[in-house]
């Protein structure tokens, strides 16, 4: 496990569960890339080896380093997750290598205490990708927003311990399916909407209830539909925003990740008081897998 | 508006977005009942009559007082919101008429302050009917539980105001379409799992996250996927019963509606030291049909 995996250029994989992206890496820096919605749960069983050929026809013939879902029980090989708390030496000396594929896979990170338990894959890689590259100090409050946002608490570069909030994933519930349906559509935006519904998330206990508001509202005629998207964002992430701060505590906020995500964040916690700076996850993303490389050269 | 409707029997009907219930009544007494999935979204507009006649074919060919979701904006005649505060009285007065077609349609309340917006359709009359019965006190909080459970404050027999938290519907986008789909189709049961979701969503301020704790347990090994669903309903009805209580107040709380789930919040309420009495939502909903006949003839 411990052996040096090769030197010169690879190839970095995120592949996640609705999404795969990869980059070719040539002396450190990234010189091709394609993505794709072959995502794992597009991969029937048996099918990686066909897929990764996919991407070694369109980036080069290289070595592949991966992070992600792909590391899962639903991927391609399972990498267990590392506990809490865990640094960068610890996910280099754990990557799992797939045998005779040139492949090798990132493991996630874990974390439970009596009560509760938490997961992440991918955004480990990020959070000490963005240490290395000396874009996030090594002792930070990070929110990694997404499907599922991270609130992670890095301690000499270190993870300590962390916190999904399934923000994402519960808007695209309400936004495909609930009584709110054709009212989500259109992209949130960071305006006054989106702050009403910041300042309603921060203070309430309620969550459950001032989304059917929302439905009421329209029908009562009190408030339109063109703002409900943007209102209902504000709302979740106003929630996940006062999750994140009572429990990590206050004090400036590196939020990593998407743009269009990281700005809402950003916002949400301007009207939460908290100064945030932002960190694109692209390129903590291939900082990660080239300390990763560098620690097995 | 204000003429004499009929004297005699007569149909009651629960007409709801995804069901129907019609009982016939004769002599204030219900002698015969049917149900089917017929909700108004299974009807295509101008298709009410038709419907309407399958009632009749069952039951007789009477006259149909009509609660629920049939009087709403997607329904067959919509009847305006009465606004909150509002009393039986006011209920019988707004009764909307089907013209020519032997049908009345009783109109849902609304509550707004500066802040929330609210609607009901079907539980207001349940709500009169309990206390016309004598089932609950005219001064009660009143928790009714369904697809969206409502919180109402009855003052003399007035709803004062009133909070929806949309509890059932949030727990089936959960399991029709979550990261914790195929774990939560089996019953919720009030035992030992229901009951730890309870005292977690009572203090939790992160319903969100504990969400995702739970499927990050199961991946750990810390936690079975068999006590999942009646965990999650505890999470659920935790969150909300805190979110009842803390907006209207502690005392004794009447929960109205279907035995699996006043059950269920009876249990809820225990857990957090509030007194709670069952009313059978059928028996409240065919009173309060009854009363505004009576009120009508």
């Not at 795969?20 to 080896?49: H, L, N, S």
């Not at 499907?147 to 000499?156: C, D, Q």
């Not at 429990?247 to 301007?270: C, H, I, W």
Request: aromatic share 6%; with cysteine; glycine share 12%.
């Amino acid at each position: 496990m411990n052996a040096p995996m090769w030197t010169g250029s690879y190839i970095a994989v995120d592949w996640g569960t609705t999404n795969r992206r990869a980059w070719r890496v040539d002396c450190g820096q990234a010189t091709d890339e394609f993505e794709d919605d072959c995502g794992i749960t597009a991969v029937a069983a048996g099918a990686f080896p066909a897929k990764v050929s996919e991407i070694r026809t369109r980036l080069g013939d290289l070595p592949l380093v991966m992070a992600g879902m792909i590391g899962s029980n639903r991927g391609w090989v399972e990498a267990p997750y590392i506990s809490c708390p865990a640094g960068p030496e610890a996910l280099a000396a754990a990557l799992m290598e797939v045998p005779g594929e040139r492949a090798w896979i990132i493991p996630g990170l874990s974390f439970a205490d009596g009560k509760r338990a938490d997961v992440m894959r991918g955004e480990e890689t990020q959070l000490f990708g963005a240490v290395a590259a000396g874009l996030c100090p090594p002792d930070a409050l990070v929110c990694h927003p997404g499907t599922h946002n991270k609130w992670a608490s890095l301690e000499g570069g270190r993870v300590i311990r962390f916190r999904t909030v399934m923000t994402g994933e519960l808007f695209n519930l309400l936004r495909q399916g609930s009584i709110l349906k054709g009212w989500l559509d259109r992209p949130a935006e960071p305006g006054a909407a989106f702050r009403r519904g910041v300042e309603q998330g921060l203070e309430g206990r309620a969550l459950t209830a001032d989304l059917f508001s929302v439905r009421a509202g329209v029908l009562l005629g009190l408030a339109e539909t063109d703002e409900a998207a943007s209102f209902v964002s504000g709302l979740l992430i106003g929630a996940d925003v006062r999750t994140g701060l009572e429990e990590f505590g206050r004090g400036e906020v590196v939020v990593m990740g998407r743009p269009e995500l990281t700005s809402l964040y950003e916002a949400a916690l301007g009207v939460a008081g908290t100064t945030s700076s932002i960190v694109d996850g692209e390129t903590a993303l291939l900082a990660g897998i080239k300390s990763i490389v560098e620690q097995r050269s």
